[in-house]
């Protein structure tokens, strides 16, 4: 019995090279069956604001199972991204690359005779990718970065998985605590505990900005990183470039009950039609999909036998060998074919035989699954206001800000753009429409949430209140950070 998956061929080149990985599929007996559905570009247009139908979200959290080709997102309309909105929705937390060496894909790397073989492992789901931003001024634009310590262990907890899996035996994190000591700071936080339980693996930390510079300069020395949301999306991409490009890059969106398996490169609409696409990116997130449903045997002769075609040369007009006359997309697949069960010279991969194959959803939600970290005394300590304040200079805001005080807070700072400017600062900082203005208790005073919001309430008289945060203390910890000369 065939296992049923939803398909979505996606948007330019989309569909030709879904056609060309599936004909390869049938040509390997992949015990599969597809349900298409629609999704992408031409649903926006038709009025569908998710990018999809109603059928189509049925159908996949029914199957559990995504296997899509590149989509577009309308540009200009106010519209999410759907690759975005897809993974989001379905909690897909964690977004696995896998870089390597392919023979017959010249690099600076593969001239030198460095091999690459590592895998990133992004958050998909948080971050900035929340896409929560405000304009608090007409100058000033804020965006909500929310890294929370659940949908972190999610993701590390899959990353020293995978690296145990595959053999690995380092796992390095990639951050910016330096400098985000909150958000960045919790996520290595997370990635330090659940370390502990992985003695068999070595865990190490790294500042992204170092990272990137390792990445292009020594590639070779790192097997598996796991990053937040934007920094992952944006190192994932560097490497793809050490190996040739997005042609040549996987991409598996895991979650709990729905994956997504994807090519991440664009639609190429300008040779759309023209049979001329390179499918491998897609091939080999279907080999990915393959492997992670239990087809695992199918996923090493389908894998082997493309690795046997590059290596013997032949190739898509966008890589290889331009003495050799380049293949079309289906020439291409048509190769691949004829290659199955062939290896290439350095062995190539090993499958054992198909295992037991995972269908549909582990269980049909009734309610969403809700995680709540209980018994950590909380305190609250003060308010930060921010406030759109005119021409006023700080120490006339500072005035302000002091007719609203009572018996149980302090003025203790006054920030702009990240930097305090009151009660010290510097005539040199340039300042914006935008302010921080941090109320705290006095010590030995309680205050309620009601009080904090009586004062910005207050201050709301002379000033315009943009948006208000409470300071806390979580097990006697503080849950803020002070500002750049505090």
Same mark, same amino acid.
């Given at each position: 019995?065939?296992?049923?998956? %939803?398909?979505?061929?996606? @948007?330019?080149?989309?569909?030709e090279i879904m056609e060309a990985v599936l004909k390869i599929f049938a040509a390997n007996d992949v015990q599969l069956e597809y349900e298409y559905v629609e999704m992408g570009k031409s649903y926006f247009d038709a009025g569908h604001s998710t990018g999809m139908t109603v059928a189509a979200k049925q159908t996949i959290e029914e199957l559990g199972i995504l296997f899509k080709g590149p989509m577009e997102t309308p540009k200009g309309k106010g519209v999410k991204s759907i690759n975005v909105t897809a993974r989001k929705v379905w909690n897909t937390y964690a977004n696995q690359r896998d870089f390597r060496t392919l023979n017959g894909v010249e690099t600076v790397f593969s001239k030198a005779g460095i091999p690459i073989n590592l895998t990133i492992i992004r958050e998909n789901i948080e971050d900035t990718y929340g896409g929560i931003e405000h304009m608090l001024t007409y100058d000033v634009a804020v965006g909500r970065r929310i890294i929370t310590r659940p949908g972190s262990a999610q993701v590390i907890r899959y990353a020293f998985?995978? %690296?145990?899996?595959?053999g690995y035996t380092k796992l390095a994190c990639g951050h910016k605590a330096n400098i985000m000591k909150l958000t960045d700071g919790l996520f290595l936080e997370t990635f330090q505990e659940i370390a502990k339980e992985y003695p068999d693996i070595q865990s190490s930390d790294i500042i992204v900005d170092d990272l990137c510079m390792k990445l292009v300069? +020594?590639? +070779?020395? #790192?097997?598996a990183i796991v990053l937040t949301n934007l920094q992952g999306d944006i190192v994932s991409d560097l490497c793809a470039g050490l190996v040739g &490009?997005?042609? #040549? %890059?996987? /991409? %598996?969106?895991? &979650? @709990?009950n729905i994956s997504i398996f994807e090519a991440v490169h664009g639609t190429a609409p300008d040779i759309m039609g023209k049979g001329i696409a390179n499918p491998t990116a897609l091939l080999l997130s279907g080999i990915l999909m393959l492997r992670y449903m239990g087809f695992t045997e199918n996923a090493a002769t389908i894998e082997n036998a493309l690795l046997y075609t590059l290596e013997r040369g032949i190739h898509t007009g966008d890589f290889g060998n331009k003495s050799i006359p380049a293949a079309t997309t289906i020439g291409f697949a048509d190769a691949i074919i004829a290659n199955l069960g062939q290896v290439p010279s350095d062995g190539g991969v090993t499958g054992k035989s198909n295992v037991e194959i995972k269908t549909g959803l582990h269980h049909?939600?009734?309610?969403?699954?809700l995680t709540v970290t209980r018994g950590i005394k909380e305190?609250?300590?003060g308010v930060d206001v921010f406030v759109e304040a005119g021409d006023l200079q700080p120490a006339e805001l500072a005035e302000l800000a002091k007719k609203r005080l009572t018996d149980n807070f302090d003025l203790v700072m006054i920030s702009n753009r990240g930097t305090q400017v009151w009660p010290t600062g510097s005539i040199y900082t340039e300042l914006v429409n935008e302010y921080r203005v941090r109320f705290e208790k006095k010590p030995g005073k309680t205050i309620t949430q009601k009080e904090l919001l009586h004062i910005a309430a207050d #201050? /709301?008289? @002379?000033?315009?209140v943009c948006s208000v945060e409470f300071l806390m203390k979580f097990g006697g910890k503080i849950g803020y950070t002070l500002a750049q000369g505090q």
């Open positions: 019995m065939k296992t049923k998956i %939803a398909v979505a061929q996606g @948007d330019g080149i989309g569909p998985e995978m %690296a145990r899996r595959k300069t +020594q590639p +070779q020395k #790192f097997q &490009g997005l042609g #040549f %890059a996987p /991409s %598996a969106n895991i &979650g @709990d049909h939600l009734k309610k969403n699954k305190e609250m300590v #201050f /709301s008289e @002379d000033v315009k």
